[in-house]
């Protein structure tokens, strides 16, 4: 049965390739929409989720559309994706879709599970397993609450910080809310980025950030050098031009004690109006205050409830 989530994402790249400005790759666009909705249409027990490729492909279409909307205005486009970069993605996409659609078809005897499994971009090594983590229900909730609260407007701008001691469960809490279904369809692009270990000391740690974002959005290392040449400046107007639109949610783990954010506005760079949040863990309370303001600190506490405890334990021991 198809996802919730997939159904939404699929009529949001529909209405976005039909109504929205005609753009270059249509043709491609149109081919990956057939084959597409051919997977959909399959009710075979092999049938793995698509939604990792469709967050992927909304994506792309909106850079396409963004470019276009950027010509028709003779606007600058010289830090947007390069055609090349949108053919590789796109060639990328067809490719994984193409081995769901064959596996379908060779598993109509067999009815054997695909392996194959597209993860979310993201900076850190490993994400957690949700079943073996206990203890922290009331701060997922709050935290979701938080990204997500009905009476903030849709169009503003959030950041919000996980502070504790260490391993607490800081990189753990904003991981579970950061893979949760509802989180991925209100927030598109997702970027995850672990600031351990530490950036090069000589390089300003905001230059380092700004650069693994860029990284994480798909722009090529020899631009990003290139951009880096016109300082910090460059970097967060680049990054700028690639957020400008789009509701994202970026995660920035381990955030150290030493990084100077306080000595400006901590989210210069970021587009503000559209609904873009920002998460950062950090065990400094000072670090995190600074950054996002008192209000918007969740603080975790050591778990004392017995239950959770023994159950920690048991996965520890079995």
Not at 190 to 203: G, H, M, T
């Amino acid at each position: 049965m198809e996802e919730p989530i997939e159904k939404y994402l699929f009529e949001k790249f529909k209405a976005k390739l039909h109504n929205g400005p005609r753009v270059r790759f249509y043709s491609r666009f149109a081919e990956l929409e057939s084959l597409l909705d051919k997977i959909r249409e399959s009710e075979s027990p092999a049938k793995r989720s698509i939604k990792e490729e469709l967050y992927c492909l909304n994506n792309v279409l909106e850079e396409c559309q963004m470019l276009a909307r950027k010509q028709s205005l003779s606007l600058p486009t010289v830090l947007s994706p390069s055609k090349f970069q949108i053919s590789r993605t796109l060639d990328k996409i067809k490719q994984e879709l193409h081995q769901v659609d064959q596996f379908i078809a060779s598993s109509q005897e067999t009815f054997c599970m695909l392996p194959l499994k597209l993860e979310a971009s993201r900076g850190s090594s490993t994400w957690v397993d949700p079943s073996r983590v206990h203890g922290l229900d009331n701060e997922v909730v709050n935290l979701e609450k938080m990204l997500l609260r009905p009476g903030k407007p849709s169009a503003s701008f959030q950041a919000i910080a996980i502070t504790g001691m260490s391993g607490i469960g800081k990189t753990t809490l904003a991981q579970l809310v950061y893979n949760k279904q509802e989180v991925k369809a209100q927030f598109l692009p997702r970027i995850w980025v672990s600031l351990s270990p530490q950036p090069n000391e000589a390089e300003n740690p905001r230059k380092a950030i700004a650069k693994k974002l860029l990284a994480r959005l798909g722009v090529e290392t020899d631009i990003i050098s290139s951009i880096d040449s016109h300082g910090l400046c460059g970097l967060l107007y680049a990054l700028h031009l690639q957020l400008l639109g789009k509701r994202y949610l970026i995660v920035l783990d381990g955030v150290l004690d030493a990084t100077p954010w306080h000595d400006s506005d901590a989210w210069d760079g970021l587009p503000k109006g559209y609904g873009g949040s920002v998460v950062i863990t950090s065990r400094s309370e000072e670090v995190a205050s600074t950054m996002v303001g008192e209000d918007s600190v969740l603080r975790l506490q050591p778990l004392i409830d017995p239950e959770s405890c023994w159950c920690i334990f048991k996965d520890e021991v079995e």
